[in-house]
């Protein structure tokens, strides 16, 4: 199979739905990958639109919304929506196809070095160099989006990675992050503190919400 092939394997073990993105060259071997499968493509005309796209599917659903670009100024173009999802705590993965790895140390044709782009404005940014590992990248994406505090991942899938041949790989189990909990002795005296004050005043944050 191919690692393209593989790669959707493991987002639709992810639960993904929709993916929102704009195809390109360097990311023809995953939209390929994607026509049997039962995840939806939505084409936007922009690739910000699809970074808020998944930005808000985060929110909404609790689940990572996906976002897809091409290299260079199609990756660029989601930064403003994952930076967004990050900031505001929304679990996005976002993925972007890059030049071949032969030509990555080269002045070459819009390679920009994307994982140090994503780095600062996400929780996980990494670059797939071996088809291999994409089980393990992808699950890692996933599971650092969901983990609290929620927030950004990115891929970033080369064009000679995505169209490689690779052995048949199963996605690594999905395993649900265990939201942290405060300890019940802290707890209690919390709320002899609320029981006992004269005017009470919580002030609930973003965590709250989540947690409904």
């Not at 985060?58 to 403003?80: D, E, K, M, S, W």
């Amino acid at each position: 199979m191919r690692a393209a092939e593989l790669f959707v394997r493991c987002l639709e073990n992810e639960g993904v739905e929709y993916i929102f993105g704009i195809p390109g060259e360097e990311n023809l071997d995953l939209m390929d990958a994607l026509i049997d499968s039962p995840i939806h493509f939505i084409t936007v005309r922009h690739e910000q639109g699809a970074a808020f796209m998944a930005d808000v599917y985060g929110r909404l659903t609790g689940r990572p919304g996906v976002c897809l670009g091409t290299l260079g100024p199609g990756a660029t173009n989601l930064i403003t929506g994952v930076a967004d999802a990050n900031l505001d705590r929304a679990p996005v993965v976002a993925i972007a196809g890059q030049g071949s790895t032969h030509r990555l140390h080269k002045e070459s044709h819009q390679i920009v070095d994307l994982v140090n782009l994503f780095a600062p404005i996400s929780k996980y940014a990494t670059s797939v160099r071996e088809p291999e590992v994409i089980p393990e990248v992808v699950r890692k994406a996933f599971k650092e989006a969901t983990l609290e505090k929620p927030g950004a991942s990115f891929i970033e899938l080369p064009e000679n990675i995505a169209a490689a041949e690779v052995a048949e790989l199963a996605p690594l189990r999905v395993q649900n992050p265990r939201t942290p909990w405060p300890p019940e002795d802290r707890l209690a005296e919390a709320a002899a503190l609320i029981a006992q004050a004269e005017r009470p005043m919580v002030l609930a944050g973003n965590g709250v919400i989540r947690a409904q």
